[in-house]
């Protein structure tokens, strides 16, 4: 993935998260803060305005100024989050010109488990970790095995709808919804849903272009 995929990426992303605000905002106001919809089309705002002085950059200092921009301008508990996951994908991806798949993997691993360590939380608390963790778990195992393009982005459109839905039968340990106990079973958590909606922009982006 080089840097024009990048930014490609960014663009598909954003255009699918404004399709899908009022599924997004639904689930926030049902066992949100209110304010996630909000932080994320604003994080595409500002990726989008950033991406024309990326060109020429390699895919680390991209995803490293994408990272340290964010961490500036998005507020609530979604900016520290994801600033972090680009920031530790730059990290891992430093040095390689057009990173291959599988040292992508490597650097959406990295990221993820900054988001865990940065939020204290994992798999099974009803967060966008689980829609990410199943998703990066996947893309190593199958770059591993030499799962070709088309396949791997099937398999990881699946696993990123399944992990999002799983979050429904959850009880919240983690952010506003924990307040609410029991209560917020039956309801998808709304960071999952965005991570979802992203996942699936840009496997539809490799595979369709």
């Known amino acids: 993935m080089n840097t024009q ?20 905002e639904a689930l926030d106001r049902a066992i949100g803060d209110g304010d996630h919809f909000i932080n994320v089309r604003r994080g595409c705002e500002v990726m989008a305005e950033l991406s024309p ?16 921009k964010l961490l500036s301008t998005i507020g609530g508990a979604s900016g520290p989050l994801i600033s972090s996951f680009f920031l530790s994908m730059a990290a891992t991806l430093k040095g390689a010109a057009e990173p291959d798949r599988r040292q992508f993997a490597a650097a959406f691993v990295a990221g993820v488990d900054a988001i865990k360590s940065r939020g204290k939380a994992d798999l099974g608390e009803k967060t966008m970790l689980d829609t990410l963790i199943p998703v990066a778990r996947l893309l190593v195992r199958l770059n591993e095995e030499g799962a070709s393009l088309a396949d791997l982005c099937v398999a990881a459109k699946q696993e990123a709808t399944q992990g999002m839905l799983a979050t429904r039968d959850m009880v919240a340990t983690k952010g506003r919804a924990h307040f609410l106990g029991e209560r917020a079973i039956g309801h998808i958590d709304p960071g999952s849903k965005s991570c979802e909606v992203a996942i699936h922009a840009v496997c539809d982006l490799m595979t369709h272009r």
Not at 5 to 24: F, G, K, Y
Not at 53 to 68: C, F, V
């Open 5 to 24: 995929d990048i930014l490609q990426s960014i663009a598909a992303v954003q255009v699918s998260i404004l399709r899908h605000e009022p599924d997004i």
């Open 53 to 68: 002085s990326l060109q020429g950059l390699t895919p680390a200092d991209a995803l490293n100024r994408i990272g340290m």
